[in-house]
């Protein structure tokens, strides 16, 4: 028992290597995914259930039209830049996020990165967890919203356990059941509420008892999948062709996301009630169980999405198995989900106000200092640390509680680290200094790609 307990700890890097998703190097060319599988993945991760909590947060305090629409759009159109930006490096470089990250921080830097977005990605798992079992319970005070919540975070750890062929296979079926269930929804709030015309009104009056700005708007849609669009190398770098990579942020990020918050802001503005798993229940109860069944399958898209994400990159830096990071990482996110769904709005915060700057260091390095050349066989030659990108995430988290009022707070901390990684890069270069990447590249005398 004990030897089998330390094959499965134990790394074999022969059998990573071969596996379809390898987290430790750069794919291979046989390891890349036809476009169809691919298109279908990206609108089973999109269709997570996220969206809908946020449209309920944005249409409880802003106006549907325009204030809602514009401030979703300049949200969502900032997590796309960043999600094709990275998105693309994934496809050219055929790296994970845990190597983009190790290639700009460091072979141990990017352990900082690498922990940060794992916790986040971990506590968005806990989030479907918890929202899973009060869909069905909606009781948090009752054993069965512990007994569902453990149920649902042990289905996201064994459908992840199988890797990306196992999301692909959960994402399609939840996508259909659930846009049948959106387009009802969305017809039925409007025609409940009296016409196109009536929502509107309506919608005007409930968002002037508790009014968001729509800096605040915008902050809350960018804190909502920021980590998405900053570990989108995860999926790109599947991608065969260049328009894929940037197809898959796009139904990502605009068009999945789009559809979800304006369905969730609809029902909430209607029913009165901004929690999705509470007023779907009021549409009535064969369409209710109909949705319920939607959300539990689109909830375990999110969940399993949430939970592979964490388990790569933690594989890639810490040289764990695969299948040792699911389980822990799967087990983590179980016990979070019985508390962290009651702080949902405090965790976005926080989240949209953090997050975005952890990804500035890699855009600037990979786009601007290196010339999109990164050569991934350089990897176990990478240096420790590069100190400069550490720094700029630094100084870019902490810009961002500082930000002025006409721009929202993540945006702004990650135009300051970016800037800041730029910087001190070029005083590094003044100094006559390489850092990272280029430090490898020319200590080895290889070339970039």
Not at 190 to 198: E, I, K, R, T
Not at 296 to 304: E, N, Q, R, Y
Not at 434 to 444: C, I, Q
Request: net charge positive; aromatic share 14%; hydrophobic share 55%.
């Amino acid at each position: 028992m004990f030897e089998k307990l330390r094959v499965w700890w134990t790394l074999d890097t022969a059998a990573e290597q071969d596996s379809p998703d390898n987290p430790f190097s750069a794919l291979a060319a046989a390891q890349r995914r036809d476009t169809g599988p691919m298109l279908a993945l990206a609108f089973g991760w999109g269709f997570l259930i996220t969206g809908l909590f946020i449209g309920g947060l944005l249409g409880a305090g802003l106006p549907f039209w325009p204030d809602l629409v514009w401030s979703s759009l300049l949200g969502n159109g900032v997590n796309f830049i960043v999600g094709a930006l990275v998105g693309y490096m994934g496809y050219r470089t055929g790296c994970n996020s845990g190597l983009l990250f190790r290639l700009v921080y460091g072979n141990v830097g990017a352990a900082v990165p690498v922990l940060f977005l794992a916790v986040l990605l971990i506590f968005w798992q806990g989030i479907t967890v918890g929202a899973f079992s009060f869909a069905w319970v909606q009781d948090f005070a009752s054993p069965w919203f512990y007994a569902v919540a453990i149920f649902a975070g042990l289905l996201y750890t064994g459908t992840t356990y199988y890797g990306v062929q196992g999301l692909e296979k959960v994402a399609l079926p939840a996508v259909l059941v659930l846009v049948a269930v959106l387009v009802y929804a969305g017809w039925y709030n409007v025609s409940q509420a009296g016409g196109w015309d009536a929502f509107l009104a309506l919608s005007r009056t409930t968002a002037a008892k508790n009014p968001l700005t729509n800096v605040q708007a915008m902050n809350i849609v960018i804190g909502s999948w920021i980590v998405g669009a900053v570990v989108m190398a995860e999926y790109t770098r599947f991608a065969r062709q260049a328009w894929v990579a940037i197809a898959i942020p796009f139904i990502v990020l605009i068009v999945a996301q789009w559809i979800l918050q304006f369905v969730g802001a609809m029902g909430g503005v209607v029913s009165g009630n901004f929690d999705f798993t509470v007023y779907m229940r009021s549409i009535g109860a064969l369409v209710s169980l109909f949705g319920l069944v939607a959300m539990s399958f689109a909830l375990w898209t999110t969940g399993d999405a949430n939970l592979y994400l964490p388990s790569i990159q933690t594989a890639s830096v810490f040289r764990r198995p695969k299948r040792v990071m699911v389980v822990i990482c799967g087990l983590l996110g179980t016990l979070i989900g019985l508390g962290i769904y009651q702080r949902f709005m405090d965790f976005i915060t926080v989240l949209a106000t953090i997050a975005p700057p952890i990804i500035g260091p890699v855009i600037v390095d990979y786009y601007l200092c290196n010339r999109m050349r990164f050569n991934p066989d350089l990897l176990d030659r990478l240096p420790a640390w590069n100190p400069i990108a550490a720094a700029a995430f630094a100084i870019g988290a902490g810009s961002a509680w500082f930000s002025p009022p006409w721009i929202a707070n993540g945006l702004f901390g990650l135009l300051v680290s970016m800037a800041a990684y730029g910087i001190l890069y070029a005083l590094t270069g003044i100094l006559g200094i390489r850092l990272g990447h280029a430090r490898a590249v020319a200590e080895s005398g290889a070339g970039t790609r």
